[in-house]
């Protein structure tokens, strides 16, 4: 795992019923799903981790996300991590209900993550690609 220039070795391990333990570099982890968060527990601090693709969005938030449109399940992801996108660039397919719903960016930007990939089943509102705003143009 890379955090900036550092690199750290991480070690995993499931301890039972969905306990997760580790070690990060020297610091120690232990980390336990609740529901569709993680708590996550780091040398001492706690966290509370909401996956990328669980997360909704207000209308300021989704600038740089594309979101899942309705339920459907993903068929195609044109773009990868890094890859610079422009207003209007298709991020995604979604098939739902025998039809095809492109996902597109809304600025251009830089592909910053991917929750799914291709055959994966997504929720209406679940965000399936980061852009990294880098134009405020609007598609």
Do not use: C, Y
């Amino acid at each position: 795992m890379a955090i900036g220039d550092e690199v750290r070795d991480v070690h995993i391990a499931e301890v039972a019923n969905g306990v997760w333990q580790g070690v990060t570099g020297q610091a120690p982890w232990v980390a336990a799903r609740r529901g569709s968060l993680w708590e996550l527990q780091l040398d001492g601090d706690r966290f509370t981790l909401l996956p990328a693709h669980a997360r909704s969005f207000d209308e300021e938030a989704v600038a740089g996300a594309a979101v899942a449109p309705l339920s459907g399940t993903v068929s195609v992801v044109p773009v990868s991590v890094g890859d610079r996108v422009e207003a209007g660039d298709v991020l995604a397919i979604i098939e739902a209900m025998k039809m095809e719903h492109s996902v597109v960016a809304g600025f251009g930007g830089t592909v910053r993550s991917i929750a799914f990939a291709v055959g994966d089943s997504v929720k209406a509102g679940e965000l399936i690609v980061d852009v990294e705003v880098e134009e405020l143009k609007p598609a």
